[in-house]
């Protein structure tokens, strides 16, 4: 387990594990933030929220998930996860695939002005 941890300019992030073709981490997003709007190219991702109500945009689409709720994002599909409410949204992120890297990035819309 590694235990890196990030803060972003929308909340922050800590890898819980970590192993051969996968990495799950802990996801805060601060109240009325949203991560940018992204995909990558070795990874799906899988989001299972745990408290809060998440917004979330997929290769343009927008649904909503509460506690409990969970939510799949393919290879290469553009998605943004959002929260809208007052306070913060905790989301557990299940990535797989080849290359779980911080590294595998791309962003289409970055309301910090970030590229990658």
Known sequence: ????SEIRPWGSWHVLDEGDGFKVKRIVVNPH?????????????HWVVASGKATCVIDGDTSYAGPG??????????????????YPLVIIEVQRGDYTG?????????DYGREG
């Open 33 to 45: 933030s949203r991560l940018s709007y992204q995909y990558h190219l070795h990874r799906a991702e």
């Open 1 to 4: 387990m590694s235990g890196l």
């Open 102 to 110: 911080e590294d595998d990035i791309v962003r289409l819309e970055d």
């Open 69 to 86: 709720e969970c939510v799949d994002v393919g290879v290469g599909v553009a998605h943004r996860i959002v929260n809208d409410e007052d």
